[in-house]
């Protein structure tokens, strides 16, 4: 609590089950229970934006989440454990030749999980969709924006609802 993440270009959260933002000096604070993914907006994909993405991913997944049990009707279900927060690009076009190739999977490969670009879109070009074993998808063909879309529902779906939030360690974090 009381970390804060670099700032991030688009964040896609949940507003059903973690509906509050703070306004903190001009910018928006999501509480990082509610983070589904995180996507840094660029012009142009190169060596230099995938690593700078890569750092606004990291900043984003070392915050501290909480997840306590949660009460149902049938009575009290164990705290649902943290999903992975997907880390993506978003650019209009490629300054490598071919768009998709080797020196994208390469700069895709370096680091590790904690800074790992899960999924993004060159939207003249494709989009890429990587795992913890690598990327295993990079689709060149036409739609990519389209085809990027269908992946990121498909990997949101799969998260299911965010974890139920302690509230009160936000409120402990306020009066300090």
Known sequence: MGDFSEQID???FDRQYSPFIFN????SIIPAESVY??????????AGQVSY???KVASVRKLHRTSLPIPTAAG?????????IIGGILTFESEWNPALGEPLTDALAAGDASDRLDIG???AQGMFSCDAN??????PQGKPATTFLFELIARLQSIATVPMIDIRAYAQWLTR
């Not at 903190?24 to 910018?27: F, T």
């Open 53 to 55: 993405a890569r750092k």
């Open 121 to 123: 879109c060159v939207a």
């Open 37 to 46: 993914a995180v996507f840094e907006a660029k012009q142009a994909i190169n």
């Open 24 to 27: 903190y000096q001009g910018e």
């Open 10 to 12: 688009a964040v896609i």
């Open 76 to 84: 009290i279900l164990p705290p649902k454990p943290l999903h992975s």
């Open 134 to 139: 690598g990327c295993y998808s990079l689709v």
